[in-house]
């Protein structure tokens, strides 16, 4: 009986199975027990040991299998002032770190970031995504974040990490100078930028992001919906036959849904009418007729002007229409060697790597001679 007493008071095996998924920290549990000197301490793969003694961090052990004896303590000896070895019980709070990566954790922009788009100009942009965090420096990460928390979860810190990405996300989307209708194309070199970013502030908590992902960038539900329609006018081509057609479709929409014999009436005379027109248009086809001559086509869109953007000491200036360009090369405020960009183009290039304004330069003429002497 006293036998089982005595060794109740004693902890002879150190270890931690976890079986939770979003677990960090997690403190051994001695209630008030004293570490057996010679005790087993086992740290698992993706876990780490810290002792803590009477408040100060004392030794941290990485994955093996540990005899505690002073060889293997030296700093938790030199607090206890054990110059000549010590072979008794010692009390000392342990905790584990898992080590291993906390992948799927969410990020995402709570409001708009406001951007200079090159295309659309002042624009509300949203972002969201994903990444990953682990712990690199138990002892930084103990010492910064846990304190005596004894059941540290991911979702403790979760929102501090989110923070921070959000902000530098916000600030590097805001830098680019990407066009808003190209980002969804660059996000993994966005990606990069923003986790090289919050590298510093990390190791400043001992932590890394192994993992940081775009996933998405979307405008607002508004420009959206302009943005729809302009693509949906560019799909339609002809607007005159494409409206002829909504309409035709809408009558008969409204005439199939007539509970009366009007109703049905409309729907039968516009079927007929319809299947006229189709015929007149076969037969005029038939005779050789381009099927352009049956209905009046309408004008084409008038040219879009090509809009450049000029790189000057680290700022972008622009847009500029052609026009102005002519008069920017006559000011000589535009050189060949100006690198210029414009949408679609791969990158910043000098003016006089891009044709169309190669030939503007040889279009400019020369100086006007100085007015003769006297």
Known sequence: MVFSFLKGQFIDVIEWLDDSRDRLVWRFERYGNSIMYGAKLTV?????????HEGQLADVFGPGLYELETNNLPILTALQHWDHGFNSPFKSEVYFVSTRRFPGLKWGTQNPVMLRDPEFGPLRLR????YTIRVTD?????KEIVGTDGDFTQDKIANQIRNIVVQKVSRVLAASGIPALDMAANTKDLSDIVAKAIEPTLTE??????ELYIE????PP??????DQRTSMGIAGDLNKYTQFAAAQAMQKAAEQGESGMGTGIGMGMGMGMGQAMAQGMAGMAQGQPAAAQAAAAPPPPPVETQWHLAEAGQTKGPFGTGQLQQMIAQGALTPESLVWTAGQDGWKKAADVPDLARLFAATPPPPPPPPAG
């Not at 698992?44 to 803590?52: D, L, S, T, W």
């Not at 972002?127 to 994903?130: I, R």
């Not at 908590?205 to 192994?210: D, E, F, Q, S, T």
């Not at 508004?222 to 943005?227: P, T």
């Open 44 to 52: 698992r793969e993706g876990q780490a040991a810290v002792f803590i």
């Open 127 to 130: 972002a969201f995504g994903s």
């Open 138 to 142: 138990p002892a930084v990460f103990m």
């Open 205 to 210: 908590y001992g932590l890394a992001m192994p």
């Open 216 to 219: 998405n960038i979307s405008l």
């Open 222 to 227: 508004e420009v959206e919906k302009v943005l």
